[in-house]
């Protein structure tokens, strides 16, 4: 069929372009438009055939890559379900720990929970939250004091970095490109989590999962890790980058 031999044609490359995706079609008697070839990728991309791995870049995805999707807990889902009733216009994002016992070699056995949210609202979502979960709330916490008062299910509240990635399913869901630049970035999740298990992650998304490096990058640079970041990437895993 078409799309299979096109799809083949592309396949030996880390990513391609639209461009790439056109002329390889073009050069092949296509007789398609531009227009219509960018319907017809866009069609591949939604059927899962194509993944978009940054701006304007594209790889197939054979049989080994998929979008991240976690079931969230009952409680993380009680708590989003409370913002959403309490702040109907808040953005917010949650990270519950156990999401990582997918790709960490030491398992984590008890949840916390990662609440960030926008910061101007930030004083009275602590407020609900503290009447809602009384005991269970720490707002912004140093490292001491997290490890003073940890315990299973508790909810860590910190303000939200403008601009960061949205959920797919859910906007308040934890994108896997969120995820990696946090745990980079933020200095109670670095005490959280021991670096030995980086790699290890990152080698785990990666090969598990589509990223979005584009996003990746954007959001990193954010934060002012894209340095530490790709640093990490190249000396302490063996992942190819696809849009370098």
Request: hydrophobic share 40%; net charge negative.
């Amino acid at each position: 069929m078409f799309n299979q031999v096109h799809l083949t044609a592309l396949a030996g490359m880390k990513s391609f372009s639209f461009e790439d995706f056109f002329m390889t079609n073009q050069d092949s008697g296509c007789p398609l438009g531009e227009e219509a070839m960018r319907k017809r990728l866009r069609g591949l991309v939604k059927s899962g055939e194509v993944v978009r791995v940054g701006r304007n870049a594209y790889c197939v995805s054979g049989n080994k890559m998929s979008s991240y999707r976690h079931e969230y807990s009952e409680e993380a889902n009680t708590v989003a379900q409370a913002l959403r009733e309490a702040f109907p216009a808040v953005e917010f994002t949650i990270f519950e720990l156990v999401q990582l016992n997918e790709f960490v070699n030491h398992q984590l056995a008890h949840n916390v929970l990662f609440l960030s949210v926008e910061d101007d609202i930030i004083d009275f979502v602590f407020d609900l939250l503290k009447e809602q979960f009384p005991g269970k709330v720490l707002l912004d916490p140093t490292s001491e004091l997290y490890h003073q008062y940890w315990y299973d299910g508790m909810i860590v509240l910190n303000k939200l970095v403008t601009e960061a990635p949205r959920g797919i399913e859910e906007a308040w869901h934890t994108r896997l490109e969120k995820l990696l630049v946090d745990l980079v970035s933020d200095s109670l999740l670095q005490e959280v989590i021991s670096k030995s298990e980086y790699p290890a992650i990152l080698e785990g998304t990666f090969s598990g999962y589509v990223i979005d490096e584009s996003c990746l990058f954007r959001y990193a640079k954010r934060r002012g890790a894209e340095k530490q970041l790709k640093a990490l990437i190249r000396e302490k895993t063996n992942i190819t980058l696809r849009t370098e």
